[in-house]
């Protein structure tokens, strides 16, 4: 083989180029609309969900930076199916944060938006009761007016389809209400959800470094896109064999 025809690859680990700030790293672009992160955490082998959780394929590393991506948004979406595994607390913001979210205008914390069909969580747990900001619910007609009524105890309703969320209603009425940040943590059917609808902006995946084999979900469940959805790798880092990946739309 001549040295014109090898294939020449760019490492980028290790020696690593630079260490970066986190937050300065993953700062939002500046609002012109709505702009939508997505974050997910995947074994090296595909593995998004492990015995009905997230929890074994987490570490330190994704954790913090989960928290940070938080504290940068101003509205969390994430699935029902999400928040009653999970079990959902408040969402917070990291300390060193709060005065970067006061000078962006931002509320103290990201308020937390629920997808569901009928409203099929506990608006008694913490998520809604110790919640900094009003959390929300994003609902169909299929929830009904006394479901409704309850959530509207603890929660801002938003009614946006008859049977389904239409996601690209939801998410516009979030951005009038003043949340062009958003962020969402899945999980897989939410979102492929937001990818048939066109909506994902940038996907924040961290790879954690343990293979699980099975049949785990992967980070997205639905059926095949009619039109793929080519992606830029916009960054590269790595934290505690952690890989963050991070795409963006072309
Ligand atoms: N690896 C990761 O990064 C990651 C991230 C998040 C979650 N997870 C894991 O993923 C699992 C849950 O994910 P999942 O895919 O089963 O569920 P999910 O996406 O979290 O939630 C699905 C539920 O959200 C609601 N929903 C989603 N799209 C909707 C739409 N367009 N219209 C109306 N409602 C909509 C529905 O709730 P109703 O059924 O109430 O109508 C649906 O059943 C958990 O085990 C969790 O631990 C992994």
Do not use: K, W
Not at 37 to 53: E, F, K, P, T, W
């Amino acid at each position: 083989m001549t040295a014109a025809a090898a294939l020449r690859l760019n490492r980028l680990h290790p020696s690593p180029c630079e260490e970066v700030e986190a937050a300065a790293a993953y700062a939002y672009p500046e609002p012109d609309g709505r702009y939508l992160r997505v974050n997910m955490v995947s074994s090296v082998d595909g593995c998004a969900v492990l015995d009905g959780r997230v929890g074994a394929l987490t570490g330190p590393a994704d954790q913090r930076l989960l928290v940070l991506l938080r504290s940068l948004a101003d509205v969390l979406l994430v699935g029902a199916a999400t928040v009653r595994a999970e079990g959902y607390g408040p969402v917070r913001t990291r300390p060193e944060l709060r005065e970067l979210r006061a000078a962006n205008g931002q509320l103290p914390a990201a308020r937390l938006a629920v997808v569901s069909r009928t409203i099929d969580v506990d608006l008694g747990s913490r998520a809604f009761t110790d919640a900094v900001e009003r959390p929300l619910v994003v609902t169909t007609e299929l929830a009904g007016r006394d479901r409704v009524r309850e959530a509207r105890r603890v929660a801002d309703v938003l009614v946006a389809g008859e049977r389904t969320v239409d996601l690209g209603v939801a998410t516009d009425r979030l951005l009038e209400a003043g949340m062009p940040r958003m962020l969402s943590e899945g999980g897989p059917h939410l979102l492929a959800d937001l990818y048939a609808s066109d909506l994902v902006d940038e996907l924040c995946l961290a790879i954690s470094p343990l293979v699980t084999c099975g049949e785990g979900s992967r980070i997205t469940a639905g059926p095949v896109l009619p039109t793929l959805r080519p992606q830029r790798l916009q960054t590269v880092l790595e934290r505690d064999e952690f890989l963050f990946l991070r795409y963006v739309r072309c």
